[in-house]
């Protein structure tokens, strides 16, 4: 079963602490100045556990939280219910171009446009130029961070799937252009 959390403030569940745990401990000698974490308290929770003891800045950032899937936030979807044509979940994971959001909800389009525009800030940002920061957020917002690097359109949100979670991209600014220097790395083993 896959749930539509969303922007439901939903907490991490042990899974998830351990999944955070593990990608720390790989980051640990990862000289993180910054933090730039979602609202959402599942990724802050998520970037502390990262951390661990380091005591470093963590900022929140709503361009960078999940995907609002309006009034069917935490809706539960069966894969069966996720690939079918007749769903209305379908376009979003298969025809992100042509997925209409339910009510309240956001579309890949307005998605895309507020993490660009994130990016963007981050760029321009002199005092943050020569700073290694981490960014704790969410899959579909991640995608969209990647795929406003990268140029996609809708179309080609999902070009690599939907990411694992605790998933780590990393990104250099050089020379005034993101360059994605690896993605949806994990560090951890059936856990």
């Known amino acids: 079963m896959l749930r539509l ?3 439901t403030d939903t907490r991490l569940n042990e899974k ?8 720390g401990a790989a980051l640990q000698e990862v000289p993180f100045d910054l933090v730039v974490s979602s609202p959402l308290h599942r990724a802050r929770e998520t970037a502390e556990l990262i951390l661990g003891e380091r005591k470093i800045p963590i900022l929140e950032d709503a361009r960078i939280g999940e995907i609002s899937f309006g009034e069917l936030e935490g809706k539960q979807l069966s894969k069966e219910e996720k690939n079918d044509p007749c769903s209305e979940f379908y376009c979003f994971f298969h025809d992100p171009a042509h997925y209409i959001p ?5 579309t890949v389009a307005s998605l895309l446009e507020r993490t660009r525009v994130f990016l963007d800030e981050l760029k321009e940002r002199k005092e943050w130029q020569d700073k290694t920061i981490l960014i704790s957020s969410h899959g ?11 140029g996609l359109s809708p179309k080609d949100f999902w070009q690599n799937g939907v990411p694992k979670n605790c ?22 083993e059936n856990v």
């Open 167 to 188: 998933a780590v991209s990393i990104v250099d600014l050089e020379d005034g252009a993101w360059i994605i220097k690896e993605q949806d790395v994990v560090y951890y």
């Open 140 to 150: 579909a917002a991640v995608r969209a961070l990647l795929a406003a690097i990268k």
């Open 5 to 7: 959390q969303g922007q």
């Open 102 to 106: 339910p009510e309240g909800g956001e």
């Open 16 to 23: 998830g602490r351990a999944l955070a745990r593990l990608t």
